[in-house]
């Protein structure tokens, strides 16, 4: 299987990154023969990936590095790099290639001490593969400051280093560094497409993975962990009923409250399943006592941890709301669809009685009040609103409609 495989409907994307990853093994030979590079070429040192949520940016990313690092003897051959098999591919998509750096973050943003650490890195020369690629999935979460960091490293590249940077759109990164990427723009993937990926890879039953696609619009991650998840299926019916329950006052402040607390409790696992081990693993590299006493001048470590878990858990909440407010936009697209006539596939057929009650009790101008109003919560939960306060305010729009 080509490391290409899991490119889901970015058919043009895949031919500039197959043409670029050519150039590059061609430079990477004229360099090792002691010639000079190729005058013309479609490789160069700085990328960025936009796309919608789902459009798998960072899946291309990663594939675009495994190709950089195929070590397949096909190549000297005249085959593509990227074969899915060597060394090379395996070890980055994966994730334990030494010269292959997978930057995310859980928190809500990137900081300067991380990403000058980032471009320290960056100025080393590969380990033992062909180029020293930084993958950063969350380039629109780099602070101001980190992003001027990071603007002097891509400005002045080491000769064998590539930066690999994805965002939802351009205007997410700074015009510094947007000037100097070649930018690739992927498309959400149609229905069909992803259904198709969801049987082939992951062995979901055809009609689980056309409902979980069709819900989720073409959302490839989403649309997977609808179809594997059965928690994932039982929190979207309950959003689903949100509109049903907005008719007065109570209804609307109880559903707030429902949700914002289904988003806290989603924040909550999280900490379980993952701070515990990372206060053990601190206070054991600190050499805290038997007793857990703590050695002196640890304190400040230990802050510092505890500061990055508070900044997670309100990640957490706020992609878990997130990701239920996209679900509810998705059901008032759906309601006017249904009172504008229109023949396109409804994401909600599964909730097809609740739609045609809430069509038929408002009017279209109605239903795009109402969207405006989740767009708004959600734009006010990135402005650092209190949870409630947003969802609360956006419950009582929905029931003025």
Not at 104 to 115: A, F, N, P, Y
Request: charged share 25%.
């Amino acid at each position: 299987m080509a490391v290409w495989d899991d490119m889901v409907g970015q058919e043009r994307v895949q031919t500039q990154l197959c043409a670029a990853a050519r150039d590059a093994d061609t430079h990477v030979t004229a360099h090792a023969q002691g010639a000079p590079a190729p005058a013309a070429s479609k490789m160069t040192h700085a990328w960025l990936f936009t796309g919608p949520p789902g459009s798998g940016r960072a899946t291309a990313a990663r594939a675009f590095a495994a190709a950089l690092q195929c070590t397949s003897p096909d190549r000297a051959l005249g085959g593509a790099p990227g074969c899915g098999f060597c060394d090379g591919c395996h070890t980055t998509l994966v994730g334990t290639h030494a010269d292959v750096e997978v930057i995310r973050t859980d928190l809500l943003s990137i900081g300067v001490k991380e990403t000058r650490e980032l471009v320290r890195r960056a100025q080393l020369s590969p380990a033992g593969g062909r180029w020293q690629v930084i993958i950063m999935e969350d380039a629109d979460r780099l602070t101001e400051g980190a992003g001027n960091v990071l603007l002097k490293a891509v400005e002045e590249p080491a000769p064998r280093t590539v930066w690999l940077l994805c965002a939802p759109s351009l205007e997410d990164v700074l015009p510094t560094i947007r000037s100097r990427c070649r930018h690739l723009t992927l498309r959400t993937p149609s229905v069909s497409a992803v259904a198709d990926v969801l049987v082939r890879r992951d062995g979901i039953e055809p009609e689980v993975a056309t409902a979980a696609a069709r819900a989720t619009q073409g959302h490839i991650g989403r649309a997977r962990r609808l179809a594997t998840d059965e928690r994932a299926r039982a929190r979207r019916a309950t959003v689903l009923k949100l509109p049903l329950r907005v008719e007065d006052v109570g209804g609307c402040l109880k559903a707030a409250q429902e949700l914002v607390d289904a988003a806290a409790e989603d924040a909550q696992q999280v900490a379980e399943e993952i701070d515990v081990k990372e206060t053990e693993d601190l206070k054991a590299a600190l050499g805290a006592s038997a007793g857990g006493r703590m050695p002196r001048g640890t304190a400040g470590a230990m802050k510092e941890l505890e500061d990055k878990q508070k900044r997670r858990r309100t990640r957490t909440q706020r992609d878990s709301l997130d990701l239920a407010l996209s679900d509810l936009t998705g059901f008032y697209r759906d309601v006017l669809a249904l009172q504008m006539g229109s023949r396109v596939q409804l994401a909600n057929e599964d909730v097809r009685d609740a739609l045609d009650r809430i069509a038929r009790g408002s009017t279209p101008e109605g239903t795009l009040r109402r969207i405006e109003a989740v767009v708004a919560c959600r734009e006010a939960l990135d402005r650092n609103v209190a949870p409630l306060l947003a969802v609360e305010a956006m419950t009582m729009a929905l029931r003025a409609g």
